[in-house]
């Protein structure tokens, strides 16, 4: 197939991360693919993993100018089908890829990813886009919210990471992990007060920058923290510091499926997480015991957490490889990635049968 991945968003995100990913095992397959986008750092990464990447300016929806120039990209790969963001993508390289009788599939990240306007609904109405979403969770809360969207145009394909290959170890003191954005909505706070109340060998090690970081710093120091916690502050190798670690901790009070835990799960550590989003989704029975309640405060991560510190090693080697286990069988990325080929070849081969 000739496939074109289009993204309009100007920061980094799990969508991204996403595309890159799921573009570089289909350009692996054999598959021609080429990626569009207008952030600097995007295109540079699809050139570098995927063998294309293209910027291009989007400027305002339905931009004649926008439209044109991938009238012409589509014309010149001959695509097959255009996979495409929120926002200006739909309003510029769906028009084209509508005008070319291209099928297009839209990609959604969050439940409530796209609102509610009487020119999207037309622009839906127009092209008639297929759904894409990477949990069940953000699927069914996608057709809540757009009444007028057919829950069978809404198709699942979990997202996935290649789980790790090397031997897993133990560490001590054991070392914890977190790696979301410094954010309020991230939990932070729950697991520094759950933490400081834990009198066993630890450490705590911080990935990552936000809005919060300075209080959160000044929070560890006032509750004894200071000298068990590290803060990394942003990395671009997260994979090797997730590698260096054993128990994955997040605490978030809402996510869609989380790109941090699938990472931490391919790396085969042991996830305690509030049980938000499609986090379920990719936790089998044997990691249910450390799947909290959405609502868990402080005092039911340290409980948990205790249970974790107080492993022995034999204990939590089976508990890391019960992890990387979870990543095989749940989202093994070749396999969500095969997944997501075959059925973007029945979208090709349903959208010609409609011409």
Not at 181 to 206: C, Y
Request: overall charge positive; some cysteine; hydrophobic content about 45%.
């Amino acid at each position: 197939m000739r496939i074109a991945f289009i993204n309009a968003t100007r920061k980094w995100g799990g969508v991204k991360t996403w595309t890159l990913d799921f573009a570089e095992r289909l350009a692996a397959f054999g598959h021609d693919v080429r990626v569009y986008g207008r952030q600097p750092e995007f295109v540079a990464q699809a050139r570098q993993r995927v063998g294309h990447g293209e910027r291009a300016d989007f400027g305002c929806d339905l931009n004649p100018a926008a439209v044109a120039r991938f009238l012409r990209a589509f014309r010149r790969q001959r695509t097959d089908i255009v996979v495409l963001n929120i926002g200006k993508d739909l309003a510029t390289a769906g028009v084209a890829a509508r005008l070319l009788g291209i099928p297009v599939v839209q990609r959604i990240g969050l439940p409530e990813d796209i609102p509610q306007r009487f020119k999207t609904r037309l622009l839906h109405a127009w092209i008639r886009p297929a759904f894409l979403c990477p949990c069940r969770f953000i699927a069914d809360g996608f057709a809540r919210s757009l009444p007028y969207v057919d829950p069978a145009d809404v198709h699942v394909v979990l997202n996935g990471k290649p789980p790790t290959t090397a031997p897993l170890a133990t560490h001590a003191p054991r070392r914890l992990i977190a790696t979301q954005q410094l954010n309020p909505d991230k939990g932070h706070e729950t697991l520094l007060r759950a933490l400081s109340t834990i009198d066993m060998p630890f450490e705590l090690h911080v990935v990552g920058t936000g809005s919060d970081e300075t209080r959160l710093r000044g929070l560890a120091a006032s509750l004894g923290l200071a000298e068990r916690v590290l803060w990394h502050g942003f990395s671009t190798d997260v994979p090797g510091l997730l590698a260096q670690a054993d128990i994955f901790l997040l605490a978030s009070r809402s996510e869609g499926l989380p790109n941090t835990l699938l990472e931490a799960l391919a790396q085969g550590l042991l996830p305690i997480s509030r049980d938000v989003g499609g986090v379920r989704e990719v936790f089998t029975p044997q990691l249910e015991p450390w799947l909290l309640p959405p609502d868990a405060g402080p005092e039911a991560f340290a409980a948990v957490l205790r249970t974790a510190l107080a492993l022995s090693d034999d204990a939590l080697l089976a508990a890391r490889q019960a992890s990387l286990e979870a990543c095989r069988t749940r989202c093994d990325l070749d396999a969500k990635a095969r997944e997501l080929e075959c059925w973007l070849a029945d979208q090709v081969a349903a959208y010609a049968r409609r011409q």
